[in-house]
T-cell receptor, first 112, second 112 residues
Framework: AAGVIQSPRHLIKEKRETATLKCYPIPRHDTVYWYQQGPGQDPQFLISFYEKMQSDKGSIPDRFSAQQFSDYHSELNMSSLELGDSALYFC???????????FGPGTRLTVL | GNSVTQMEGPVTLSEEAFLTINCTYTATGYPSLFWYVQYPGEGLQLLLKATKADDKGSNKGFEATYRKETTSFHLEKGSVQVSDSAVYFCALPSFGNEKLTFGTGTRLTIIP
């Protein structure tokens, strides 16, 4: 069965650089979520999209933005990167009426 | 808002031992409850879920029962294996939307 695809899997950036993370949800899923997991931490919700519209926003810094495109893939754009942005970034998708979220393998971002 | 309190870790057990990881929740209404597992270096995988009170979720020998009277969703397995070594997260959706709130995670190590 198709799963959530995230790219890249690993990304190394310098401070103050920008990064773009991509997420391809499971086909026919209408909702995408982004989570950030710091080292040894639980995942924290960043932002979500339902049918290409932002549906909820969590603790996402103003330096970050995201969108969902017409093909339902989503991108998380991160600017002015800081050392503290180093984390594992997960994308999850769901068919909202089912409630169950399926997670991608994550993108590990390292900021040097 | 909805929240979960999860048993502190880490937990170290011998192979074939009985496992319990405690999870209690605070919620408005009766949301679905989830256990996710994160194997070393991998993303989050849904282990099991329960959608209403007294439901029992089960998968790979793990079980958890949605207990309304004690607001609990404890994870159990009768005989653990080395391959069960991972971090386990209890989770539930926030009231009014679907973003997940996770517990702090319990790192489980099984020794042969």
């Amino acid at each position: 069965a198709a799963g959530v695809i995230q790219s890249p899997r690993h990304l190394i950036k310098e401070k103050r650089e920008t990064a773009t993370l991509k997420c391809y949800p499971i086909p026919r899923h209408d909702t995408v979520y982004w989570y950030q997991q710091g080292p040894g931490q639980d995942p924290q919700f960043l932002i979500s999209f339902y049918e290409k519209m932002q549906s909820d926003k969590g603790s996402i810094p103003d330096r970050f933005s995201a969108q969902q495109f017409s093909d339902y893939h989503s991108e998380l754009n991160m600017s002015s990167l800081e050392l503290g942005d180093s984390a594992l970034y997960f994308c999850a998708s769901s068919w909202v009426s089912a409630g169950e979220q399926f997670f991608g393998p994550g993108t590990r971002l390292t900021v040097l | 808002g909805n929240s979960v309190t999860q048993m502190e870790g880490p937990v170290t057990l011998s192979e074939e031992a009985f496992l319990t990881i405690n999870c209690t929740y605070t919620a408005t209404g009766y949301p679905s409850l989830f256990w996710y597992v994160q194997y070393p270096g991998e993303g989050l995988q849904l282990l099991l879920k329960a959608t209403k009170a007294d439901d029992k979720g089960s998968n790979k020998g793990f079980e958890a029962t949605y207990r309304k009277e004690t607001t609990s969703f404890h994870l159990e397995k009768g005989s653990v294996q080395v391959s069960d070594s991972a971090v386990y997260f209890c989770a539930l959706p926030s009231f009014g939307n679907e973003k997940l709130t996770f517990g702090t995670g319990t790192r489980l190590t099984i020794i042969p």
